[in-house]
């Protein structure tokens, strides 16, 4: 056993009435990170996470966690906590309350957990506010808490960022973080918006309907934003991409009037001065970076058939 892997995938697929809605998912997630599983809606990341978390099973495929190989029998996941969907707790009790109760089914002895892990999410001082009047952050802290409460090595949650507001987010991302780097819990966090976990995720799987379409390290994810080059004009398009190919340029794309370059690498130095030679009225011709956002559609664009003229 390797004792810095947490968490290896190979081959796991889900059959929904036939449906395959994952498609041999591969992956492994090693201990300290925080993998960001990005996707648009019914992509299959809460499939996934929720076979990870043994509440469903893999149509095919193995997966070992922490060691141990799963099959139908063995859920050895003591040490992994979940936060799956909204969390369901009692709404006419307190937070503290709610915890107690999982205290007691998991049969931790310790009692003073509860409070710690309030205190660890920033709901110790809530006192016997009960959880309905809770506002949406308020309430994934406190999902969070109960995920916490056994001490886990590893925590899935499931879009933990949904729905809050810009406060709640900077919150969240920096609580996952000080888990992370004070008590070494590793992180499987999904979200439809990558945004939300830029800055926080180590490390990213892109998924796009049902299959992982790319792996990349945040570092990676930075290096895949490339430049590209936009021109506005006042012209006839389709002349000055027939131009631009005519060049050489291959991946140039139309938008909304605007041409777009991708393929930087091949421009040739003085190609404005001959775009203005050839007399297009250029209105605008300027170099950008790409946005991880717009790196993600890009990447979900090209493995559903791609959008190139
Ligand atoms: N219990 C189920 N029975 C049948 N189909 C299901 C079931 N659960 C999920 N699916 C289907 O599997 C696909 C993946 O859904 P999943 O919820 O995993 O996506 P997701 O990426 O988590 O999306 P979202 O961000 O909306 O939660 C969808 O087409 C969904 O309709």
């Known amino acids: 056993m390797d004792k810095d892997i947490i968490l290896r995938t190979l081959n796991l697929t889900k059959d929904y009435n036939g449906q395959k809605v994952l498609k041999e998912i591969s992956l492994t997630i090693e201990k300290g990170e925080i993998f960001g599983l990005i996707g648009e809606n019914g992509a299959g990341k809460s499939t996934l996470m929720r076979i990870i978390a043994g509440s469903s099973r893999a149509t095919t495929g193995e997966m070992v966690i922490m060691g ?5 029998h063995s859920h050895s996941r003591k040490q992994m906590g979940v936060m799956i969907e909204q969390p369901s707790c009692y709404g006419d009790m307190t937070a503290a309350d709610n915890l107690e109760i999982i205290r007691l089914a998991k049969k931790i002895d310790n009692k003073s957990v509860v409070g710690e892990t309030l205190k660890i999410v920033g709901l110790d001082d809530v006192g016997s506010k009960r959880v309905r009047k809770f506002s949406l952050g308020m309430r994934q802290r406190l999902g969070l808490a109960m995920a916490l409460i056994s001490s886990p090595k590893f925590l899935i949650l499931d879009e933990p960022i949904n729905g809050l507001d810009p406060k709640g987010i900077i919150d969240m991302r920096d609580l996952i973080r000080k888990l992370n780097r004070e008590r070494g819990i590793t992180f499987l966090i999904s979200s439809h918006i990558l945004t939300e976990l830029h800055q926080v995720a180590t490390r990213y799987g892109i998924m796009h309907q049902g299959k992982l379409i790319a792996l990349h390290s945040a570092e990676e994810m930075e290096r895949q934003c490339k430049p590209f080059i936009k021109i506005k004009h006042e012209d006839n398009m389709l002349e000055i991409v027939d131009f631009l190919k005519s060049k050489g340029l291959t991946q140039v794309t139309v938008e909304n009037d605007e041409i777009t370059i991708s393929d930087i690498s091949n421009v040739p130095k003085e190609l404005l001065s001959m775009l203005v030679r050839m007399n297009y009225q250029i209105t605008e011709y300027y170099r950008q970076q790409e946005s ?18």
């Open 292 to 309: 991880i956002e717009d790196y993600f559609v890009r990447l979900t664009q090209d493995a559903a058939g791609g959008n190139n003229v």
């Open 68 to 72: 141990a190989t799963q099959n139908r």
